[in-house]
Structures are given as C-alpha cells and as structure tokens.
C-alpha cells in the first residue's frame, strides 16, 4: 500500500510540474495552442499547405524558420472542421545534404502532429504532413525549397 501511495504521489508531482512549465505530450494542445506556439519562441512561419475536401479545410502543414538557430520547425494542425477527433495526422521534414534521415511524427492525434525540427542552414529542406478523413488521404511533401 505505502509503494503505491509513493508512486500515485511522484506521478502526481511530475504531471503538476510539467504542467507549470507547459509541456504536453505531442499531439494533446495546450489552452490556446497556434502552429507557431508549438515550434516554440524565435519560429517565423515561412510557407504553408491546406488540406482541403472540396471548400473545407481539414488542416493544415506549417514551415516555420528560427533564424538565430538556423533550425526548421513542421507542424500539421487541425482545422476546425477537423478539431477534436482523433484521426491520422503527420508531419515531416528533411535538410539536403545533412545526411541524416527525414524526422517525421505520425500518429492519432486530435488536434496536431509535431513539431519535427531539423537544422537547415543554408541548405534547402523538403517538408510535408498528412491527415486522413473519413476514409481519404489527404497529404502532401513540397519540393526542396527555402534553400539558405
């Protein structure tokens, strides 16, 4: 009994101080939660794309830039349309000529996928997200752009 009390209270404790700093498990918005909010302070969004089902928008894929720290944040976020139902949704992004493999964050989340962040540079990334609705696939991957 006394193992398990010690235990509910360390969770309890961790879950109210990660509260105080404001972090949520990826996926699970915040009060008030925007796309540039997500990538965290100094992002400036530099491009996005909407997911639409004829004049709907189901989400949307958001570029930002951190110009002091070089580094490129994407996020995929629910539209109202889409708000609040637990649906496949991902995002990713990839640096040209960093060797390193896409990052991607892919999951069932119900209000947004991200952020995946990677240092650019000077060199040209290629970003993209999805969400699946209703039986459809609505996705998208730029081309490398927003080089240097």
Same mark, same amino acid.
Do not use: C, D, K, M
């Given at each position: 009994m006394?193992? %398990? &009390?010690?235990?509910?209270a360390v969770i309890t404790s961790a879950v109210a101080a990660l509260a105080a700093?404001?972090?949520a498990p990826a996926g699970a918005a915040p009060a008030a939660a925007t796309p540039? %909010? &997500?990538c965290g302070s100094g992002y400036t969004q530099i491009d996005s794309h909407a997911f639409r089902d004829s004049s709907v928008e189901l989400a949307r894929v958001y570029l930002f830039y951190n110009a002091s720290t070089k580094y490129n944040c994407v996020v995929t976020f629910h539209a109202?349309?889409?708000?609040?139902?637990?649906l496949t949704t991902g995002?990713?992004?990839d640096v040209d000529g960093d060797g390193k493999e896409q990052v991607k964050d892919q999951g069932k989340y119900s209000s947004y996928a991200?952020?995946?962040r990677l240092a650019a540079g000077t060199h040209c990334v290629k970003w993209g997200?999805?969400?699946e609705v209703g039986g459809g696939t609505y996705s998208y991957t730029s081309p490398w752009s927003h080089c240097g």
């Open positions: 006394r193992t %398990s &009390v010690r235990h509910s700093l404001g972090a540039a %909010s &997500v109202s349309a889409t708000a609040g139902q637990t995002a990713w992004l991200g952020p995946v997200g999805l969400i």
